[in-house]
């Protein structure tokens, strides 16, 4: 088992910055791939950003690209999205999630966290 534990979700305004925190715990070798997803209200949810702790690699939703920035420090067993440039679109619960192989697809990944609120005000 893995337990993930979100945090850092607030409200910010147009333009601002947030960094989302997300700390594993448990079985986290058997895991070691972590995304980012997000679901706005009457949306589905959606992917945000993935990396893997082993290999370093990376990769993130088009919208994602310019403006946030996934990091892992390995030694806290934690996984951070740095999100610039943040806009109302934003606004939204942010997840994060782990599995075994990389893949972007939503389906798939074995543990979620609870979600932490993002909130971006106009």
């Known amino acids: 088992q893995v337990q993930l534990v979100e945090s850092g979700g607030e409200l910010v305004q147009t333009g601002g910055s947030l960094r989302l925190s997300c700390a594993a715990s448990?079985?986290?070798?058997?895991?070691?791939?972590m995304g980012w997803f997000r679901q706005a209200p009457g949306k589905e949810r959606e992917f945000v950003a993935i990396?893997?702790?082993?290999?370093?690699?990376?990769d993130y939703a088009e919208y994602a690209k310019d403006r946030f920035t996934i990091s892992t420090e390995n030694e806290k067993n934690t996984v951070y999205l740095q999100m610039n440039t943040l806009k109302p679109s934003d606004t939204a619960v942010y997840y994060c999630?782990?599995?075994?192989?990389?893949?972007?697809?939503?389906?798939?990944?074995?543990?979620w966290g609870q979600g932490t609120q993002v909130t971006v005000s106009s």
């Open positions: 990396i893997s702790r082993r290999s370093g690699n990376t």
């Open positions: 448990g079985r986290t070798f058997n895991s070691p791939v």
């Open positions: 999630a782990a599995r075994r192989t990389f893949s972007t697809n939503p389906l798939g990944w074995d543990y």
